[in-house]
């Protein structure tokens, strides 16, 4: 059988990116952050990280076309199945890639992670990640590794998006526009919908038993 691509769809902090890499290195699959990547694109000031700022800074979707390119990029160098934290997040984007994995998309399952608001709130001003690598963890970690990353030792951060206006706004992006494809991909039977309350470990156990 070919290999899987598992997409994780879900609001801000409701923890795509925790799972995602869990998933990816217990699955020996790679992984990729849309969200990550174009906040690196930015930093660096590049073509697609200018085009992208007036929506990241207002806590918009950036415009299909650019996600798109930026994600086929990194899928032209990343043979067999992925783990995608983060896209699709809309219903075109979910169908390009439809049409990009052709009959790879019955080995596609999309999961939605579900959280109430308030826990989400509350994660988003908690949560710190690297400026380096993928490692995402909260205040707490962050102090005890003095403010390194515990895996490469990179400086650790708090997300320019996440102050409280920005996250309200991106959470209302994912309501009105990605919850449409979580339809689209329950109505395909390609849908798992996990609870992502609770510590990382017991969401990822609820998570591999969905899966097998
Ligand atoms: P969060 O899920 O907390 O919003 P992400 O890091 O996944 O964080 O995404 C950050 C931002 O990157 C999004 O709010 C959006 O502006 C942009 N983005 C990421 N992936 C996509 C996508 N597939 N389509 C459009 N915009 C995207």
Redesign the pocket.
Known sequence: MAAPTIVLL????SG??TQGRLLADTLKLPYF????Q??RELKARSAIGRE?EP??EV????P?EL?LSLLMSWLEKHKGGWVL??????VP?SEDFDRFLGSRRQNLRAILLEAPADELERRVSDRRECTMCSWTGTRTQARRSGGRCPSCGGELGQRD?DELENFRQ?RK??EELTLPVASYYEQSDRLLRVCGTGRPEEVFSRLQSHLS
């Open positions: 879900g609001p801000p902090a795509k990116g952050s849309t969200g990550r174009l906040r992208a929506y990241l806590g918009r979707y950036v299909d996600v934290d983060g896209f699709p997040r809309t984007q998006d991106r992006e994912f």
